[in-house]
């Protein structure tokens, strides 16, 4: 049997970029996504909003819904102060298993706690196996339609505090329209959009910053 994309993603880093490189890495991936085999990442155009919202948060806990291959997993811990963490969460095995190489590549496995398993079961247990008190910063970019349970999982399990930001991926494309009528019709969010484009093509995306208030 051939292989798959993310494993082909991997040959990709490991063929181009640098081993504990981690911009290396970034630009080795947005080459290979760009100009060979489009893959679902963030992106670069993406990536520079999702880079200036992590930086004016600066979290000292972070979490990531949908690993897939661990690009934008690099472009927040690359980011993170020293002692900051990211716990990102991915449910597919075979991701799962390119994402930590691809991190660990990166040179940033210290940085990033990878959790196999869906969100939902996984949220949860945050704060027991993890000894979370709420999170900072939250990226979300896995299944579209689990961004408004599982945003209402993390308000329920008090992981969320005056203050966290959420940022969503992909709001208009392949869009979210429940997320977005959840956070801009709730009195508990301040929020705004981003506008941009989907990774790697000239079709309009754009990413929904949404401030928790308590
Ligand atoms: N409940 C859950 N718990 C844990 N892991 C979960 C999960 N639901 C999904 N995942 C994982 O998150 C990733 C899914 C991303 C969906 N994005 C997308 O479908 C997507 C599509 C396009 N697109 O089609 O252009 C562009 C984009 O930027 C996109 O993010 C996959 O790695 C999947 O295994
Ligand atoms: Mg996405």
């Known amino acids: 049997t051939g292989s798959t994309r993310p494993q082909r993603m991997l040959k990709a880093v490991q063929k181009n970029a640098t081993k504990g490189d981690p911009e290396s890495v970034i630009s080795a991936i947005d080459y290979y996504c760009r100009h060979r ?9 993406k990536g520079l909003i999702l880079d200036s ?18 690009y934008s997993t690099i472009r927040i811990a690359r980011l993170l102060s020293p002692g900051s963490k990211l716990i990102t969460v991915e449910f597919n095995p075979d ?5 930590r190489q691809i991190i660990a590549y990166a040179g940033l496995q210290d940085k990033v706690t990878l959790v196999e398993g869906p969100s939902g079961d996984l949220i949860p247990k945050m704060k027991e196996r993890f000894g979370i008190k709420s999170f900072d910063f939250v990226f979300l970019d896995h299944w579209k339609d689990r961004y408004v349970p599982d945003t209402k999982l993390l308000e ?15 709001v208009i494309c392949p869009g979210a329209p429940e997320y977005l009528k959840y956070v801009k019709n709730s009195a508990h969010y301040e929020s705004r959009y981003y506008k941009s484009n989907l990774e790697y093509t000239t079709v309009e995306d754009g990413l929904e910053k949404s401030v928790f208030l308590g």
Do not use: S
């Open 37 to 45: 085999e489009w893959a679902m990442n963030v992106g670069d155009e």
């Open 53 to 70: 919202v992590l930086t004016e948060v600066n979290p000292g806990t972070a979490l990531e819904l949908g690993t897939y291959c661990g």
């Open 95 to 99: 991701f799962a298993a390119v994402a």
């Open 156 to 170: 329920d399990c008090g992981l969320l505090r005056k203050g966290t930001v959420l940022l969503a991926d992909n």
